[in-house]
T-cell receptor, first 116, second 113 residues
Framework: AQSVTQLGSHVSVSEGALVLLRCNYS??????LFWYVQYPNQGLQLLLK??????LVKGINGFEAEFKKSETSFHLTKPSAHMSDAAEYFC??????????????FGRGTQLTVWP | NAGVTQTPKFRILKIGQSMTLQCAQD?????MYWYRQDPGMGLKLIYY???????DKGEVPNGYNVSRSTTEDFPLRLELAAPSQTSVYFC????????????FGQGTRLTVV
């Protein structure tokens, strides 16, 4: 079974500071990995995804994530936080061998606060 | 471009009442999903469908039912509402391959009192 762990349910940074949101997965084979963002009272929007091509993935709004198989991690980073980045972020995995293709297993989420 | 549309956005139910959460997508996706989101718990899969007429249970199906008569629509039914079903419900759709993303609706916030 797939599982996802997001370290830190809340992360606070100052505007302009580095954003680092951590995600580790548990899987017997490398899964496909996704980061979604949820703004208040909205649905989830895809930020970026890893699908076994380049290990460093660039997404929207200046975010990027690096897949590290040896560490079973897929941490999300942004060099300089903006006030508009304040939202909840979810890491999710998809099992290439799963019987329900396309089913996502989500972490518990990390709430990002950006201080002026 | 509508994507995935959910109605209603908000609803308050009394214990024991029933209701249907509506979900429609216009992307011709075969796969559709219902998730519930509880604070600090991420999203949990309730039911999913791989095409019209085919549905199956996810992680937390108890107290819910679904049907899929068309490719576009995937309603979620709560028969006897309980306080434990207070949650935010998200419908999603995808092409059904592991490397493609799911597209989510705006969610339905349900409170059972």
């Amino acid at each position: 079974a797939q599982s996802v762990t997001q370290l830190g349910s809340h992360v606070s940074v100052s505007e302009g500071a580095l954003v680092l949101l951590r995600c580790n997965y548990s899987s017997s084979v490398p899964p496909y990995l996704f980061w979604y963002v949820q703004y208040p009272n909205q649905g989830l929007q895809l930020l970026l995804k890893y699908t076994s091509a380049a290990t460093l993935v660039k997404g929207i709004n200046g975010f990027e994530a690096e897949f590290k198989k040896s560490e079973t991690s897929f941490h999300l980073t942004k060099p300089s936080a903006h006030m508009s980045d304040a939202a909840e972020y979810f890491c999710a995995v998809s099992d290439p061998r799963g019987s329900t293709l396309g089913r996502l297993y989500f972490g518990r989420g990390t709430q990002l606060t950006v201080w002026p | 471009n509508a994507g995935v549309t959910q109605t209603p956005k908000f609803r308050i139910l009394k214990i024991g009442q029933s209701m249907t959460l509506q979900c429609a997508q216009d992307m011709n996706h075969n796969y559709m999903y219902w998730y519930r989101q509880d604070p600090g718990m991420g999203l949990k899969l309730i039911y999913y469908s791989v095409g019209a007429g085919i549905t199956d249970k996810g992680e937390v199906p108890n107290g819910y039912n679904v049907s899929r008569s068309t490719t576009e629509d995937f309603p979620l039914r709560l028969e006897l509402a309980a306080p434990s079903q207070t949650s935010v419900y998200f419908c999603a759709s995808s092409y059904g391959t592991a490397n493609t993303e799911a597209f989510f609706g705006q969610g339905t916030r349900l409170t059972v009192v």
